[in-house]
């Protein structure tokens, strides 16, 4: 995947938790966590027990070349259906016991289980369990499949006003707008594709929620 440097700029607004989220994240404490042990140096997809990818990539932490990295996921998916929830993880990274950090202006590409992030809102922490707000993250950003010759694609990650532009690009260069209609996908293999491109750039470790918007 091309890396490209991101730059998301935008007002943060928080939300207290609400007491119908507590009682769902009081069963975080039920659930064990998923220890992943990295020692890698390529760029790999990890994904979690019920269906959390994201993508981690050593050069995107203040890391040095030959340290174990361990990966601590938590996956919450099961929410009551009057409340506008649909999934909340808990992603953190460490070396030796001690966190580490995305280096200034990474992120952290996460695709959540039959998830299409459109009219839904994203959510980070900013404290511990139990005693945080939800600070919304503003996503500009989104993965696109571009035609690179001889009829390839390559999903790259671009700026969501950009998507016209580089739909009119593969116009010209192989004769379609999109991956879809070149390969005339049917109308459910649209939907796959399209949940497929549907991601998640988050620069703040922690817990991170999926809210749908009312």
Do not use: C
Not at 120 to 131: A, I, P, V
């Amino acid at each position: 995947m091309k890396k490209i440097r991101l730059f998301i700029l935008g007002i943060a607004v928080i939300t207290k938790i609400t007491a119908q989220e507590f009682t769902n994240l009081s069963e975080f404490k039920k659930i064990e966590s998923q220890i992943i042990k990295v020692d890698t140096l390529e760029f790999i997809k990890v994904s979690g027990e019920k269906g959390t990818q994201f993508y981690f990539d050593r050069e995107d932490f203040n890391v040095s070349k030959y340290d174990k990295v361990t990966i601590e996921l938590k996956e919450l998916y099961e929410f009551n259906e009057n409340i506008s929830i649909s999934g909340i993880i808990y992603l953190n990274f460490k070396v030796n016991g001690e966190n580490i950090f995305l280096k200034q202006n990474k992120y952290i590409l996460i695709k959540f289980p039959n998830e299409n992030l459109t009219n839904k809102e994203l959510y980070t922490s900013n404290g511990e369990f139990e005693k945080f707000n939800w600070i919304k993250e503003k996503q500009i950003d989104t993965l696109f499949s571009i035609h690179r010759g001889g009829g390839i694609f390559v999903q790259t990650i671009i700026k969501k006003d950009s998507v016209q532009y580089y739909k009119n690009e593969n116009l010209k260069s192989v004769g379609f707008e999109t991956y879809a209609d070149f390969a005339n996908l049917s109308k459910n293999d649209r939907k796959i594709d399209k949940e497929k491109s549907s991601v998640a750039l988050i620069k703040n470790l922690g817990w991170i929620k999926v809210e749908k918007i009312n």
